[in-house]
């Protein structure tokens, strides 16, 4: 994982938990085939001076030295408004690494990073939204994928958002080490089967809506207040009939929908990974009437919050 100044310390858990889970395995099988541990290294460009995280070690970022099978780059905070995305030494290093056979993962801002290295180039690609223009002016190149999927090309794996790092681990590990490992990381995580198909793309549509990416995202970001359609809309300067039908073209499905299923998704990711009450999780993703929250989720997932609860321990 190669760690920036501004790197979210949460973006390198998921990978951490995957190389104590693969320790544990390889224990367990005595090294049987695909099932050997993982070595993570945590490092920094070797001309920050000053670790970006103690326990990071420099490297110096030019081609040749240390090979690795997989590269990371980590969320972080966004690029300070007109600093460049680029910097030719980490642009070439990666170019290097993916050119000698390293599987290359992007997530977040990490993203750009990629795209300013060329290589997603030709390829799809899942950008963060709020950069999604700029990345079309700077790489017209590069064909944006939906909002929230993991997207694939010539063994690059990009993830827009930060909430998709645990599929885009699990899509990542199916690749350069085990779908055996993958499966116990996905069943660790309380991942669905449907969370992470095998060719790990999301699917993508011809008629990509630059506004219904954005909207998507901006759903997502605020889908714990009290917001209705209208608010949306209103936040693109566009009608809630126009909102409605740009969502359908693009989406599939109403955007009052989408809103439910992020909500229910997120409340489904929380029974099963906090301890949070049913109360304060139907608070957390947007419902103020846990009675209407509990009769939708048993709608939607065929049992109670509780039930779900108990079957994911």
Same mark, same amino acid.
């Given at each position: 994982?190669?760690?920036?100044?501004?790197?979210?310390?949460?973006?390198?858990?998921?990978?951490?938990?995957?190389?104590?889970?693969?320790?544990?395995?390889?224990?367990?099988?005595?090294?049987?085939?695909?099932?050997? #541990?993982?070595?993570?290294?945590?490092?920094?460009?070797?001309?920050?001076?000053?670790?970006?995280?103690?326990?990071?070690?420099?490297?110096?970022?030019? #081609?040749?030295?240390?090979?690795?099978?997989?590269?990371?780059?980590?969320?972080?905070?966004?690029?300070?408004?007109?600093?460049?995305?680029?910097?030719?030494?980490?642009?070439?290093?990666?170019?290097?690494?993916?050119?000698?056979?390293?599987?290359?993962?992007?997530?977040?801002?990490?993203?750009? *990073?990629?795209?300013? *290295? !060329?290589?997603?180039?030709?390829?799809?690609?899942?950008?963060?939204?709020?950069?999604?223009?700029?990345?079309?002016?700077?790489? #017209?190149?590069?064909?944006?994928?939906?909002?929230?999927?993991?997207?694939?090309?010539?063994?690059?794996?990009?993830?827009?958002?930060?909430?998709?790092?645990?599929?885009?681990?699990?899509?990542?590990?199916?690749?350069?080490?085990?779908?055996?490992?993958?499966?116990?990381?996905?069943?660790?995580?309380?991942?669905?089967?449907?969370?992470? #198909?095998?060719?790990?793309?999301?699917?993508?549509?011809?008629?990509?809506?630059?506004?219904?990416?954005?909207?998507?995202?901006?759903?997502?970001?605020?889908?714990?207040?009290?917001?209705?359609?209208?608010?949306?809309?209103?936040?693109?300067?566009?009608?809630?009939?126009?909102?409605?039908?740009?969502?359908?073209?693009?989406?599939?499905?109403?955007?009052?929908?989408?809103?439910?299923?992020?909500?229910?998704?997120?409340?489904?990711?929380?029974?099963?990974?906090?301890?949070?009450?049913?109360?304060?999780?139907?608070?957390?993703? !947007?419902?103020?009437?846990?009675?209407?929250?509990?009769?939708?989720?048993?709608?939607?997932?065929?049992?109670?919050?509780?039930?779900?609860?108990?079957?994911?321990?």
């Amino acid at each position: 994982m190669l760690c920036e100044p501004a790197t979210q310390r949460a973006s390198l858990a998921p990978l951490r938990d995957l190389a104590r889970l693969s320790e544990r395995l390889a224990g367990e099988l005595d090294g049987q085939a695909g099932m050997l #541990p993982l070595q993570l290294d945590l490092l920094h460009d070797a001309r920050l001076g000053e670790a970006p995280l103690s326990e990071s070690r420099p490297l110096p970022l030019r #081609p040749g030295g240390q090979r690795y099978d997989v590269v990371f780059m980590p969320a972080g905070d966004d690029p300070v408004a007109g600093e460049p995305w680029d910097d030719a030494a980490r642009s070439a290093w990666l170019r290097w690494q993916h050119g000698i056979g390293a599987w290359v993962a992007g997530l977040g801002s990490g993203v750009l *990073a990629l795209a300013a *290295a !060329g290589l997603l180039d030709g390829g799809p690609a899942s950008v963060p939204p709020r950069h999604a223009r700029q990345v079309r002016q700077l790489h #017209p190149q590069i064909r944006l994928a939906h909002i929230g999927a993991l997207a694939e090309h010539g063994r690059v794996l990009t993830a827009a958002e930060p909430a998709s790092v645990f599929a885009l681990v699990v899509a990542l590990t199916r690749r350069f080490h085990s779908h055996g490992l993958a499966e116990r990381y996905r069943r660790a995580c309380g991942l669905p089967e449907t969370a992470v #198909p095998d060719n790990a793309l999301l699917p993508m549509r011809n008629n990509q809506d630059l506004l219904i990416a954005e909207a998507r995202a901006w759903i997502i970001a605020h889908m714990h207040d009290d917001i209705d359609m209208g608010a949306v809309a209103a936040q693109f300067h566009v009608s809630t009939r126009t909102l409605a039908r740009r969502f359908e073209r693009s989406m599939g499905i109403t955007p009052a929908r989408y809103l439910r299923e992020a909500r229910l998704d997120a409340a489904r990711s929380m029974l099963h990974r906090t301890r949070f009450s049913i109360e304060q999780i139907a608070h957390l993703v !947007g419902y103020r009437d846990v009675g209407f929250f509990r009769d939708l989720f048993r709608k939607s997932s065929g049992c109670s919050p509780r039930a779900y609860r108990m079957a994911a321990q």
